[in-house]
C-alpha cells in the first residue's frame, strides 16, 4: 500500500465520494473536502461524465490523493488508471480488476460482504478491503467479527456510514478508514454552498481526532 496514502489515513481516517456531475462541480467539492482536512477522495463511477471529470480533479487538486470507485470491470480500472486514478475500490470482489489493479501497482480496495468473500480475498494477497454495504452486513459488530479471524486484514466500510455512527466504526483498530457520501450532499452541491462540504469535512476529522487520540 502506498505510504503517503496510508499516512494521510492515519491523519484523517475518512474517504469521502465525490460523484461527478461536471468537471467543475467534481474540483470545487474535492478543493472543499481538502479545506476541511479530507484529502484521500474517491471519485465513483456512476455518472457518464465520471471518467472525465476523475482526469480534471486528479490534475486540478494536486493536494488531493484521488482514486476511483464503484470500479466494476477490468475495462473500467484501465480507463481510470489512464485518468490518473491514485487508487480503486470496487463494491466486490473481481479478480480481473485486482489483477489489473496489482499490474498498474495501484492500491484496490475491493468490497466484500461476507467471511467467504473475505477468505478469498485474503486468499488472493489482500490486507485492504472495503466492507460493503456496510451498515447493512452488520456494522461495527460484523468487524469486530471478521477481524477476529483475519486477524491482519483492515476494512474500509462503506454504505451508511455518516457523522453519527463514524465514532463505532473508527472505534475499532480494525478500520482503516470509513468511506462515505454524507460529506458531499447533493443538495449543498446544486446551491453552490461549498462551505457546508468543507464543514462536514471539518467536523469528520474531529470525530477521528477525538476517538484516535
Ligand atoms: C458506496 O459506493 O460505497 C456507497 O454507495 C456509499 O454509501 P453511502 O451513500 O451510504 O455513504
Known amino acids: 500500500m502506498n505510504k503517503d496514502l496510508l499516512n494521510r489515513l492515519e491523519v484523517a481516517p475518512?474517504?469521502?465520494?465525490?460523484?461527478?456531475?461536471?468537471?467543475?462541480?467534481?474540483?470545487?467539492t474535492t478543493q472543499a473536502l481538502v479545506a476541511g482536512g479530507l484529502s484521500v477522495i474517491e471519485v465513483v463511477l456512476r455518472t457518464s461524465a465520471a471518467i472525465e471529470c476523475l482526469g480534471e480533479v486528479v490534475r486540478a487538486v494536486p493536494d488531493?490523493?484521488?482514486?476511483?470507485?464503484?470500479?466494476?470491470?477490468?475495462?473500467?480500472?484501465?480507463?481510470?488508471?489512464?485518468?490518473?486514478?491514485?487508487?480503486?475500490?470496487?463494491?466486490?470482489?473481481?479478480?480481473?480488476v485486482v489483477d489489473y489493479a496489482a499490474s498498474a501497482r495501484l492500491p484496490i480496495f475491493p468490497g466484500v460482504a461476507t467471511a467467504s468473500e473475505a477468505q478469498t480475498a485474503w486468499n488472493m494477497g489482500l490486507r485492504s478491503l472495503k466492507l460493503f454495504p456496510a451498515s447493512l452486513v452488520g456494522g461495527p459488530a460484523m468487524i469486530k467479527a471478521l477481524g477476529s479471524?483475519?486477524?491482519?486484514?483492515?476494512?474500509?466500510?462503506?454504505?451508511?456510514v455518516s457523522a453519527g455512527n463514524l465514532a463505532d466504526y473508527l472505534a475499532l483498530p480494525q478500520v482503516l478508514a470509513c468511506g462515505g457520501s454524507w460529506l458531499t450532499p447533493g443538495?449543498?452541491?446544486?446551491?453552490?454552498?461549498?462551505?457546508?462540504?468543507?464543514?462536514?469535512?471539518?467536523?469528520?476529522?474531529?470525530?477521528?481526532?477525538?476517538?484516535?487520540?
Not at 65 to 93: D, H, M, W
Request: hydrophobic share 50%; no cysteine.
Open 14 to 28: 475518512v474517504v469521502p465520494l465525490v460523484v461527478p456531475d461536471d468537471p467543475e462541480t467534481a474540483i470545487k
Open 64 to 96: 488531493a490523493i484521488v482514486g476511483a470507485g464503484t470500479v466494476l470491470s477490468e475495462r473500467q480500472a484501465a480507463e481510470v488508471a489512464l485518468a490518473g486514478a491514485q487508487f480503486i475500490v470496487s463494491p466486490g470482489l473481481y479478480a480481473p
Open 149 to 160: 479471524v483475519f486477524k491482519d486484514v483492515k476494512f474500509m466500510p462503506t454504505g451508511g
Open 187 to 213: 443538495s449543498a452541491i446544486a446551491e453552490g454552498n461549498y462551505q457546508i462540504i468543507t464543514d462536514l469535512a471539518a467536523d469528520a476529522v474531529a470525530i477521528a481526532k477525538h476517538v484516535r487520540a
